[in-house]
């Protein structure tokens, strides 16, 4: 009996090993996640707005979001909707292919609040939406 409980115990460590580096990382989520998801929110909202000032303000919102609060692109006068949940996506992003990706989004954003038209800040917008859907799914 005594046998067979050492070799059940050497059978299930190297599994339990795993399982115990594993759960760090499925217990500690990206930080930057729910960032680039209200981000996305945002930006999703900016493409669908119905007057310039709205797609504005959705995309300063998100702007702040990627770049956070000592980021370069924030705008103290707009708001933080991702005040509480971190720094901001790319300064709480870890992978550079990633920080690239959100920070076209904040340039492909940035477009969209300089656009006075309201047809091309949508397209801004879109097309900065769709980044951050591929971001998000790279994560």
Do not use: W
């Not at 959705?58 to 708001?79: E, M, Q, T």
């Not at 959100?102 to 800040?121: C, D, R, T, Y």
């Amino acid at each position: 009996m005594k046998r067979n409980r050492n070799k059940l115990a050497i059978t299930l460590f190297p599994a339990a090993l795993g399982m115990a580096l594993l759960l760090p990382s499925v217990a500690f989520a990206n930080p930057a996640s729910k960032e680039v998801a209200s981000a996305l929110q945002r930006a999703d909202s900016a493409a669908h707005a119905k007057n310039i000032k709205d797609v504005h303000m959705h995309l300063r919102d998100a702007i702040n979001c990627l770049v956070g609060p000592n980021g370069y692109g924030f705008d103290s006068k707009a708001s933080n909707p991702c005040k509480s949940l971190g720094n901001g996506a790319i300064p709480d992003t870890q992978s550079m292919a990633n920080k690239r990706v959100l920070q076209a989004a904040v340039q492909e954003a940035q477009l969209g609040v300089k656009e006075s038209n309201l047809k091309s800040a949508h397209t801004d917008a879109s097309i900065a939406a769709r980044m951050l859907k591929r971001n998000g799914k790279e994560s």
